[in-house]
């Protein structure tokens, strides 16, 4: 039995986080944290959490006394904290980008100066289906940006084999990737009936993927545009491949079936998956399409923003850290339709 | 273990019910059925049910092998696929209305001729909050309309110690309610920012909402209209009611803390509660308001018209009659935000 | 040819008067005004109003020099600008509640201190199907609230013929009621799939309906709950009423063919009429049924709350004002479905 | 004045070419039909087309008796009637895609035998900012499909230039593009808090556009996937295109000015155009954004699928065949936010 805190609680991937330790069967859910929501209860805040307990305001001696820690803060706001968890030799699962790059460098251009430099670049990239080993040892992970999860478990495969030429990858996402802040774009009726791109040719998930996809084998300078879609929670990725070679149905479809047989949380689907599909799991469907036509490799991959995007894959991996099953604590947990 | 058949699975509240008894820790599903789309996988058609299994045609013959089943057809071709599970032995929760009324030519008045005239009237109504001992041991049990499951909640501790004049009960439930068929008035850009009033003067749940009522010491005329609004899961009660007699503000709040205090699927909160908080769960929340002003008493009740207000309710009541703990199957299972 | 300011333009009822102002035959837009986003242009903000002009700042010397001015500036700060245009002579609509309600004591109780005490009272109550002759003469009217439109169009015939003995009005509002002002409530994430009733026993426009009310010859205390629903514009008013005496069905029809057969703004329906169908109308839809079974009296009515519910019936105020039809600069505008 | 008679009125884009008609003021609506709903009126079932007139059975003795036809009909079925229509000298606008392909055999591929083999070919391609001159001088021309529109109108200022390599074309519709047959795809319950990708490599658009991209200059094999997503009008278009050749960002800026500086209806903007701008205007509003870190060229374009994507483009094609100005009976209808 592991004892967790949950930083950052009373946003929407954290109340997810946080519910879902609670549930789990071999962690305990120590403490949650907030900042201006402190001393109000989790479960009043997002009833469906049904956790009764008090957000606390961070406080790193009190907070530290646990054996991990969920850190669900912004970027830059993060690392600060992640630096005196890991002081303390507490384990943490970090969802900003703080420790998603390790190139200093491109961090700096993206985000600015980066919050606790000594640390930085230690974090593993936590997308356990391409590095459930190295997961599995550390104490630092870093848990993938939402866009990047789908579109590496899209890309990934393709990416091994050297298929990529080159790559579009068109993102949608529903309105809670854009955090709990009341703003003018999340307003109920800006976002109604609209749907708009947003951060073209600069959003940060893109040297993040373009990090991933390289590591891999595919060293890509990739074109990526996320847009913004009037539903609540739910992330489609469309990936336009151009190949570098050569190759026959059959080498893509082994490829995909290699990658992915053995996956609990990854499904392979003839028809393209929509997001309802996989809302509140912690599922990535996806589906493989080479267009004689075109001569072009699409793929379609769906998660959940908040669950495989977010709160479900730090949950995945602290189950891989702790050396437990990674369906743990996340399966039976359905709804409808 | 007692292995459970759901007839008419392919339906909103029959997948649910079937995703609710397949993850049961003491039923075992033994049987899914469907009309049109016999053969088909029900996750194939709903897959966050994750049930692996076939949609059969029913089979009287070979669907009767169960101890208990859930039947999700419409009313009045109910009947006769209940009486047939009757006949040989099988327990049966009804979801459709055919065993709700007791009063045949009501029955007759609201929905026509009955499809198994010998067992008119022999359901027990499966609301547990106010018949659990009944459930217990009944064979048949007749699960609740959605609408009369909240409006009953909200208003039987005011019907017990007479202090209902006359209510007015204003309902709004999402589109799920309408059924699964395609039609006009379910078509997304129909039902999409448009709400409308429907069924005024003439919704068959008045009459099993009075039958109940007067069960509990209140026999009233209601008025009782329901709307459809734009979402896909959830129903709004608001009760106006005028009491009979003077009242003291705290007998009102004591009424419903005797009635709910212990019970594990109704929660009383200060304010009016949404139905985002109880979605896909089997929670019915309420809330209760003497206004000083008017002198009417308001409550408002908020369910998952798939959930309590069918499905979840269905299984509830299977847990009673199994002497099981009524939130076994039911509870972990939850969703953001 | 009347040269019109609109003050609080930026605001959602604002930008349809506006444009709508803007588009009209008889009147010359002078001037938006808006307080954060002065320097902006209009049709940026608010695409679709197709308003070229940049909004200035409120400086009353120099939008006082116009014929008319629309005020859309929220309640206690709309009355002393107001009083600053009356002085110089400007004929105003206020779309705020400052002036609607004749009782002080009644505004103190509800709103806190007025703006402008000595204006208090001054205003005409703005809803042409009630007050016509008065508001052709007035200099300064007071729009009246949504929910009063539409519920005192839904229960005038019946006030006037002595008919109501209690009324019920249950309400339901789409989100742009609540304002452009980002917060918690309008987040798309809270209220997307969610309903809820809220400011039960104490909305500000329950003495506005029952002075109306009073002023047709019904002086009721009236119970108003109003909800909030997941679409953006549309309201739908359901009232229930219990009939102070007995009544022929005939009378009832006669009664409302009476009162609106020549009004062009309002339409009788067989059936309850959905938002949608008035959506980006000046139109109010009513149908009227006379329950036999309980003896109550429903009418429900539908407009879009920020065109007859604000700048709609703000615009028809104007017209009736100086003299043109009543449609005028208000049909010809429809959209779809 | 030209006498005008719109076929298939009762569907989405047909009951807006009828309201569009009907207050055109150079033309007068002298039939709507439509099959099953023949003998009810337009406006019982578009309430706000304000359409007050029966809709009838097809009869092409009767209806041919007009200046001109709007036909909007499914493919396959629509030919025959032009014909008739043609035969007596009846000027068409046809809504399908019966005459948009100019090659038999690819019409063939994607379609299947063609309704009048004899007047295949024979209609103009009617984009008006492509085609103006031809239109102006045609009996028979072929309304562009929605996505068509929308993407043509983003690549023809590259296509012309010469600049495009390859294409990538990410599109995405709102629900009422799939017609107003309810169907398991448009049930509220499926499209709702859903999205998905469809006919993936196979839809019928894609030949349209690849013949319009060649009459442009630029015969390419394009990629085209569109998407449902749960509004109910609006259609963006993403498209990626890499260049053929080195280029400025000044060329191309000046591409765009020089295409579309005084269409009336395309709009350039700088940043990436949401859906709701342009909601039931005839408005393609476009973004042009040359990423220098990819070398791609990103081309944004927005519509309402039924306007510029249907009925609003028929109606510019019969303002240009009858040499009005574009705008007429376009503008002036606006709506909200």
Known sequence: MARVAVLGASGYAGSIAAMLVHRHPFFELAHVT??????????????????????????????????????????RAAAPAVAELRERGVRVVDLSADFRLTDRGIYEDWYGAHGAPALFGQGVYGLPELHRERIAGADLVAN???YPTAALLALAPLARAGLIGDVVIDAKSGVSGAGREPTAATHYVAAD??????????????PEIEQELAGQGAPL?????PHLVPLAQGELVSCYVTPSREYAEEEV????????ATEPWVELRL????????????????????????????????IDNLWKGAA??????MNVMYGLGETTGLDGIAMFP
């Open 193 to 206: 009936e609209n749907m708009v791109p947003y951060k073209v040719e600069r959003h940060r998930h893109t």
């Open 271 to 302: 028809g393209p998956p929509g997001v309802l599909e996989v809302r509140e799991t912690n599922y990535c469907r996806l589906s493989v399409h080479c267009d004689g036509r075109t001569n072009r490799i699409l793929v379609f991959a769906s």
């Open 253 to 260: 479809a082994g490829l995909y079936d290699d990658a992915y």
């Open 34 to 75: 907030a900042r201006s929501e402190a001393g109000a209860r989790l479960d009043d805040i997002h009833p469906r959490t049904r956790v009764p307990m008090e957000l606390e305001s961070w406080d790193p001696k009190v907070h530290s006394g646990v054996d991990a820690a969920l850190v669900c803060w912004p970027h």
């Open 312 to 317: 479900g894959q730090a949950v995945q991996c």
């Open 144 to 146: 993938p940006g939402c």
């Open 221 to 225: 300078t990739i074109t990526f545009t």
